[in-house]
């Protein structure tokens, strides 16, 4: 009888803070406090910075995800799934802010969503699977 290989643990410490990251992605797509409010108090931002920042918030938060993501995939196929599937929940997050009615559809920003997972997917080097291997098993 072949005993089945146990999971590392550090899959999980790897896997938890991304799928908080996740939840954080869709909580500040979906708040009706837009980005602008929330660094008001230490930034005076003029509305065409406030869209500025918007747009960079979203690259750094796909680039984020798909960095994160990105180094756990031993394989290009598993890794274009998670540039696909990340690409998909931010167009469905775009619906969603169309139909709630206090956040707007933007087309616009569904491509600034796929160019992070872009600039993500550039970060991701392969070889930082090996650099994250030998951290963790020290």
């Not at 230490?42 to 180094?71: E, S």
């Not at 707007?104 to 997972?117: E, K, L, T």
Request: hydrophobic residues 55%.
């Amino acid at each position: 009888m072949q005993v089945p290989k146990a999971k590392p643990p550090t899959r999980l410490l790897w896997l938890v803070p991304g799928w908080l990251l996740v939840l954080l992605v869709i909580y500040f797509s979906l708040t009706p406090i837009p980005i602008e409010v929330m660094v008001e108090p230490v930034f005076k931002l003029t509305p065409g910075q406030g869209a500025v920042v918007r747009k960079l918030g979203h690259v750094i938060a796909y680039a984020a995800l798909m960095f994160w993501f990105g180094n756990r995939c031993e394989t290009l196929a598993r890794r274009r799934m998670i540039a696909i599937g990340l690409v998909a929940s931010g167009i469905a997050l775009e619906f969603v802010q169309g139909w709630i009615g206090y956040r707007h559809f933007r087309i616009a920003d569904m491509a600034i969503n796929a160019a992070g997972v872009a600039v993500g997917w550039a970060l991701a080097s392969p070889r930082m699977q090996n650099r994250l291997r030998k951290f963790f098993t020290r």
